[in-house]
């Protein structure tokens, strides 16, 4: 700053100058620097609140029907009935949630029994235990019985009477190998039975009217209110080996039928390997292992089948009878084995047979 004076120099802040000693009049104080308007802001908006959503009145929905009362079904195996509420069968045992189970071809396999699955017959009951080669454990109420193959008992009470009970055809019977007495049991008491080797136990309930033929040697148990009988196959074919003639019966001389006595029994038989049933149509025919049949219903019919291969091959000559099968014909149910044993006799020179169909192929 400068004197006004004298225009000497000032040093900041003198009140005098030091040159003319005059009075340093007082500066004015700058003025604020120019500072423009603010812009003009438009005023905020605000978003609408959402409209309040309001849900439409519910549709009046009539209430559900009365479910139907419920009809009891039967065992797709056995044709008991069931409970709605059953998970196995009280007649065979089996598992109801694998009865539909079966194959394509239209078989339907023996449904899966648990372990100590029980069936009731009477006031009695029986008990499968064991899987691989199961037993059948009966406890018997007072005036319930049951008979059976001497060779099939395992074990019983020491105090359970059994008695032989005759059958009739003793000698035929004896001819073809087949056991001349059957032996009963009468409750009360525990008995129980099983077979030599692995495989099935069917549990066959005979309801009245109703009646199956059973292979020879299959046959377990029966409760005292099915009526046994046999009769002949008449299937067999005659083969000739150097000086020797045999006769072979492919599913045995004799064949067991079971029926009802007008109140409901239980049959038990022993197969190897897995069961399996089919339901043939009236006329419909299947080709099976004469030695694989385990039962049949009285209706169907069986005869002797024979496929023969042409070939120019001279040692075919001997083998053309080997190609031997039953053939059954409906209506009705075939139950086979899927363990069957070897068919003697098939490729042998054939000198007779019973009635049989034949194809050439």
């Given amino acids: 700053m400068f004197c006004a004076r004298c225009g000497s120099k000032l040093p900041e802040g003198a009140r005098f100058c030091g040159a ?23 005023p905020p908006t605000y978003a609408a609140p959402p409209p309040v959503a309001r849900s439409a009145p519910p549709a009046y929905a009539p209430p559900p029907p009365a479910a139907p009362p419920q009809r009891a079904a039967r065992c797709s195996w056995c044709g008991s009935l069931l409970d709605a509420a059953a998970t196995s069968c009280p007649g065979c045992g089996g598992n109801v949630s694998e009865m ?12 899966g029994r648990k372990d100590m699955a029980k069936l009731q017959f009477g006031q009695s009951t029986c008990q499968i235990e064991g899987l691989y080669v199961p037993v059948a ?41 087949m056991p001349l007495i ?23 309930p005979i309801h009245p009217g109703q009646a199956v033929d059973v292979r020879e040697h299959l046959f ?8 046994y009988d046999w009769f002949q196959t008449g299937v067999w ?18 064949m067991d039928r079971f029926s009802s006595t007008g109140q409901p029994g239980l049959l038990l038989l022993h197969a190897g390997g897995n069961v399996f049933v089919r339901t043939l149509a009236p006329g419909e025919t299947m080709l099976v292992k004469p030695t ?5 219903d009285p209706v169907v019919q069986m005869h002797l089948h024979f496929e023969r291969p042409q070939t120019a091959f001279m040692s075919w ?19 086979v084995q899927s363990a069957f044993e070897h068919l003697h006799g098939e490729a042998l020179s054939m000198q007779g047979h019973s009635y049989a169909t034949e194809m050439r192929w």
Wanted: net charge positive; with cysteine; hydrophobic share 45%.
């Fill in 20 to 42: 003319c000693g005059g009075m340093v009049a007082p500066s004015a104080p700058a003025p604020p620097a120019y500072a423009p308007p603010p812009a003009y802001a438009p």
């Fill in 100 to 111: 539909a189970v079966s194959t394509r071809s239209g078989w339907l396999q023996l449904p």
């Fill in 137 to 177: 454990d009966f406890k018997l109420a007072p005036g319930d019985s049951v008979y059976f193959a001497h060779h099939a008992l395992l074990w019983k009470d020491t105090a359970l009477a059994i008695a032989t009970m005759p059958l009739k055809g003793a000698w035929k019977r004896m001819f073809a190998g």
């Fill in 182 to 204: 059957m032996t009963q049991a009468a409750g009360p008491g525990h008995i129980a039975f099983s077979r030599d080797l692995p495989g099935e136990l069917i549990a066959v």
């Fill in 220 to 227: 377990l148990t029966a409760t005292g209110n099915v009526v």
């Fill in 237 to 254: 074919f005659r083969t000739k080996s150097g000086d020797e003639t045999a006769t072979h019966y492919p599913v045995g001389m004799f």
């Fill in 292 to 296: 694989a049949l385990i039962f049949k």
């Fill in 317 to 335: 000559g001997s083998w053309g009878n080997r190609y031997l099968w039953l053939r059954v014909v409906g209506p009705g149910r075939v139950a």
